[in-house]
């Protein structure tokens, strides 16, 4: 079964940690993408990557920054943990050729 | 720009019934849709994937259907369960060459026993 790993299901951070979120895909897919969860906002996009190397900023890549140094993984860093980035972290992965797209199970982040 | 929309927000029916969630989208340009389902602090589970091609698409008591041109789409549930209460999102993708797809806020459905 293929499928898309997040690392952590909990996190507990303090304010100005670096935080690492990682997602790992066995698909072979080209794409790989960073989602935030928050009630009454739905998903909103942080960043995303096409290929090895490159990345790409979504509608709220304020705070965070990204890492794609091998095609199976896709790391989200928040480079210092504040409270108002506590939510629901989501990656997803697609194959490019329309195929749909496929959810890791999420990590929920607590940063106090 | 394009935005999704799904109506009611929330809803619950009895166990038993056949039920219809809808998604409307205001850009008829679309290469695909998806439905997905998430359980409360899960990730989404993907349903149902419908090409811009295709009027609908099933898997077991679920089928899904699209009309481009009206910019909807609907997933009818059967003989609904319990097991079935669960939050169930649109998301379109864009005719171009961009992999970014468009999500819904979902709508959060109860059936009640």
Known sequence: DVKVTQSSRYLVKRTGEKVFLECVQDMDHENMFWYR???????????FSYD????????????????????????LILESASTNQ????LCASASGEGRGYTFGSGTRLTVV | KQEVTQIPAALSVPEGENLVLNCSFTDSAIYNLQWFRQDPGKGLTSLLLIQSSQREQ???????????????????IAASQPGDSATYLCAVKRENRDDKIIFGKGTRLHILP
């Open chain 1, 37 to 47: 969860q928050d009630p009454g906002l739905g998903l909103r996009l942080i960043y």
């Open chain 1, 52 to 75: 090895v190397k490159m990345k790409e900023k979504g509608d709220i890549p304020e705070g965070y920054s990204v890492s794609r140094e091998k095609k199976e993984r896709f790391s």
């Open chain 1, 86 to 89: 506590t939510s629901m972290y």
């Open chain 2, 58 to 76: 099933t898997s077991g008591r679920l089928n899904a259907s699209l009309d481009k041109s009206s910019g909807r789409s609907t997933l009818y």
